[in-house]
């Protein structure tokens, strides 16, 4: 039982470049959340989903897009990269079940120069 | 819109003394309130909850909604408890968070 796996864990990327970050899961969970932090700010949320095939943005969606065609797996894609977007990105998962709790993964560190 | 404030970013101690991280919210409806904690190398995690009313690993926090705080104390500060410390609020169905910009704490040996 993986919980939940981000990957890459390390990324650089020119501006203007495109990539996805990837979060799986494996417990099942329905609800999913990409948040980013930013050095020395807390976790601000970037999109969220309630289950396979819906999404809903969150406090700071601009320059990102996702998609949930499983329960698994919650891709986050920053399609035009610019500075602005370096930070710390975490996925997290959550079941009602477990009494509220939200699950991390361990984090992706992208930086765009 | 809600806010979580976290006042100090940075809180040393030494091993033994009483250590407070300090929590305030703005939120206008019933909020349910968590401390998350991250050690080094390692993932964010939950360290504890308002509406369990628990202690974990010692620590204990209360929700005042008067003060709209919910601080977390611990007595005897533990060299293991050197971390970041995450306060957050959630105040909707689709549970999500909201959260503090965190405080870094050092326990001295």
């Known amino acids: 039982n993986a919980g939940v796996t981000q990957t890459p864990k390390f990324r650089i990327l020119k501006i203007g470049q495109s990539m996805t970050l990837q979060c799986a899961q494996d417990?099942?969970?329905?609800?999913m959340y990409w948040y980013r932090q930013d050095p020395g700010m807390g976790l601000k949320l970037i999109y969220y989903?309630?289950?396979?095939?819906?999404?809903d943005k969150g406090e700071v969606p601009n320059g990102y897009n996702v998609s949930r065609s499983t329960t698994e797996d919650f891709p986050l894609r920053l399609e035009l990269a610019a500075p602005s977007q370096t930070s710390v990105y975490f996925c997290?998962?959550?079941?009602?079940?477990?009494?509220?709790?939200?699950?991390f993964g361990e984090g992706s560190w992208l930086t765009v120069v | 819109a809600q806010r979580v404030t976290q006042p100090e970013k940075l809180l040393s101690v030494f091993k033994g003394a009483p250590v407070e991280l300090k929590c305030n919210y703005s939120?206008?409806?019933?909020?349910?309130l968590f401390w998350y904690v991250q050690y080094s190398r390692q993932r964010l995690q939950l360290l504890l909850r308002?509406?369990s009313r628990e202690s974990i690993k010692g620590f204990t926090a209360d929700l005042n909604k008067g003060e709209t705080s919910f601080h977390l104390k611990k007595p005897f500060a533990q060299e293991e408890d050197s971390a970041m410390y995450y306060c957050?609020?959630?105040?909707?169905?689709?549970?999500?968070?909201?959260f503090g910009k965190g405080n870094q704490v050092v326990v001295i040996p």
């Open positions: 308002h509406i």
């Open positions: 939120y206008s409806g019933s909020p349910e």
């Open positions: 417990m099942n969970h329905n609800y």
């Open positions: 997290a998962t959550l079941q009602f079940s477990s009494g509220n709790t939200i699950y």
């Open positions: 989903s309630v289950g396979a095939g819906i999404t």
């Open positions: 957050a609020l959630s105040r909707d169905g689709n549970n999500r968070l909201a």
